[in-house]
């Protein structure tokens, strides 16, 4: 779908900001991947309030990890490619559930990979929906037959197309650690049945429309985690955090699809798997951090999620 672009071939670096870069906000947050941004006290960041209520400046960088270490260098045009993708995928998806974006008129140094969102009360969950078996689903499936508690068919291999998708939600963890796996009924310990009974609702809905459109684009969509939080405006559960992106989601090509061993995919795990390799020389269970990443592994990394919006979308990204 997309030419090899070539190293250099005119697309960005991976942006630093301070706050002095963003008149009318200040730097209250990082995450792995992440930069949130508050209205200050000038006339700027009052007219924002105004304007928008309680909101917050969402800005995508291009850092990328991987095994919870934030790796360098970044990959170029990431962040962009993330906050443009859920945009995409907001518009899909708003007869279903509202997002939390309410504006995308966001300072110049940031154009393209910010969002300005609404502030949610975030329930305490990742919202994780499967169509297929892989990745920490297969290795409890490998475990015990089930995943979170879900019993599934014997003979299942990494790659299987799931009897139906599951709802397989997981705790959240803080920078650094690992999500884990739970059962829906711990969800529903947690924030009540009946809001555990929407999100699981809500999640299996937006995974069927997602699957849908992606498949007729040549696409799988393996899995996909969600975030949820409710409007302090209007009590409706809201969807938050970025959608259906490659970070957040397993996309493989349809025409590759082959189970019984890992697939292809549109996302970071290139990067995984370089890291994983004799060529990095990184071992992953030592206290060391990951070496820096070659300059083949950034563009081909790139490359994919550059692949996948395209493909996702039908319309190249517009740099």
Aim: net charge negative; with cysteine.
């Amino acid at each position: 779908m997309l030419r090899d672009p070539g190293v250099g071939a005119g697309h960005t670096v991976p942006v630093t900001l301070d706050a002095a870069a963003l008149p009318g906000w200040t730097h209250t947050y990082s995450g792995k991947v992440r930069d949130l941004y508050v209205p200050d006290e000038t006339p700027a960041g009052t007219a924002i309030s105004a304007a928008h209520g309680d909101v917050v400046l969402v800005v995508a960088s291009d850092r990328v990890s991987a095994y919870d270490h934030v790796l360098t260098p970044g990959i170029p045009d990431k962040g962009v490619v993330l906050t443009q993708l859920s945009l995409w995928w907001f518009a899909q998806l708003a007869d279903l559930v509202p997002s939390h974006v309410v504006s995308t008129d966001v300072p110049a140094a940031v154009a393209g990979r910010a969002m300005v969102c609404r502030r949610l009360e975030m329930f305490p969950v990742e919202c994780v929906a499967r169509g297929y078996l892989t990745g920490s689903g297969l290795a409890e499936y490998r475990a015990s037959g089930e995943v979170t508690g879900i019993p599934l068919p014997t003979g299942l291999v990494d790659g299987s197309r799931l009897p139906e998708p599951i709802f397989t939600p997981a705790t959240k963890a803080e920078l650094g650690e690992h999500d884990e796996n739970v059962p829906f009924s711990r969800v529903a310990a947690t924030i009540g049945d009946g809001a555990a009974a929407t999100l699981r609702d809500l999640t299996l809905a937006v995974y069927a429309r997602a699957e849908g459109i992606a498949r007729e684009r040549g696409v799988i969509l393996a899995d996909t985690k969600l975030e949820f939080g409710t409007d302090p405006t209007t009590g409706a559960v809201t969807l938050g955090d970025e959608v259906l992106t490659p970070d957040s989601s397993r996309f493989w090509p349809a025409a590759q699809w082959e189970p019984g061993h890992a697939q292809p995919s549109f996302d970071k795990q290139f990067v995984r798997d370089w890291l994983t390799s004799p060529d990095s020389g990184w071992d992953r269970a030592s206290d060391t951090p990951p070496p820096a990443l070659p300059a083949d592994v950034v563009e081909r990394t790139r490359a994919r999620y550059l692949d996948a919006f395209e493909r996702l979308t039908g319309a190249p990204l517009a740099l």
